[in-house]
């Protein structure tokens, strides 16, 4: 099946700092990427919609100026947490749309763990 | 709104069949109903999906009530390794293809 990669799977910063992940879908082209958040011990939280070469379409109560997204390509999308602090500590998990016989189908990274000290 | 309600947490003995039940009692006619599972620590992975008729891979089968109100998965022979978050999703083959979680079922395969 597609693959999406992420990367870094594990990051620690410091309070302040930018953290830059990447998500990328390896054998496919992906118009469409999803951006998740997840907690410990709760469900998957829907922050972002990726589309390329357009802004990402944010859920509600998602800061964008807070949460950047780029989507430049078919096969990158990154995602920028700006000024990170404690409380942005989570799992980020990004996905992709398949095309192809697979299209409709999401693909899921492995998931980047912020730490934020 | 997850549009699903699912109990949090089951569990299997391993080689047995696990059912894991989903309620969608709001389900829209065109909806599609999706089960992925979550892995400690790793993205979620697709299981299988349908939209009326019930449906077989080599990972599970989707059985759809008539109503299309509930659906339960079933992994014919459980092993270690299936123990994780199962969730059910209902989703509109629309163009966002955005697939919103709830809280899923906990399932542990016990030895």
């Known amino acids: 099946g597609a693959v999406v990669s992420q990367h870094p799977s594990r990051v620690i910063c410091k309070s302040g700092t930018s953290v830059k992940i990447e998500c990328r879908s390896l054998?496919?082209?992906?118009?469409?990427m999803f951006w998740y958040r997840q907690f410990p011990k709760q469900s998957l939280m829907l922050m972002a919609t990726?589309?390329?070469?357009?802004?990402?379409?944010?859920e509600q109560g998602v800061e964008k100026d807070k949460f950047l997204i780029n989507h430049a390509s078919l096969t990158l999308s990154t995602l920028t947490v700006t000024s990170a602090h404690p409380e942005d500590s989570s799992f980020y998990i990004c996905?992709?749309?398949?095309?192809?016989?697979?299209?409709?189908?999401?693909?899921f990274g492995e998931g980047s763990r912020l730490t934020v000290l | 709104d997850a549009k699903t309600t699912q109990p949090p947490s089951m569990d299997c003995a391993e080689g047995r069949a696990a059912n894991l039940p989903c309620n969608h009692s709001t389900i829209s006619g065109n909806e599609y109903v999706y089960w992925y599972r979550q892995i400690h620590s790793q993205g979620p992975q697709y299981i299988i999906h349908?939209?009326?008729n019930n449906e077989t891979n080599e990972m599970a089968s989707l059985i759809i009530t008539e109503d299309r109100k509930s659906s339960t998965l079933i992994l014919p022979h459980a092993t270690l390794r299936d123990t994780a978050v199962y969730y059910c999703?209902?989703?509109?083959?629309?163009?966002?293809?955005?697939?919103?979680f709830g809280s899923g079922t906990r399932l542990l395969v016990r030895p």
């Open positions: 999703i209902v989703r509109v083959e629309d163009s966002s293809y955005k697939l919103i």
């Open positions: 054998d496919f082209q992906a118009t469409t």
């Open positions: 990726s589309n390329e070469g357009s802004k990402a379409t944010y």
């Open positions: 996905s992709a749309r398949g095309g192809g016989r697979n299209t409709g189908e999401l693909f």
């Open positions: 349908g939209l009326k």
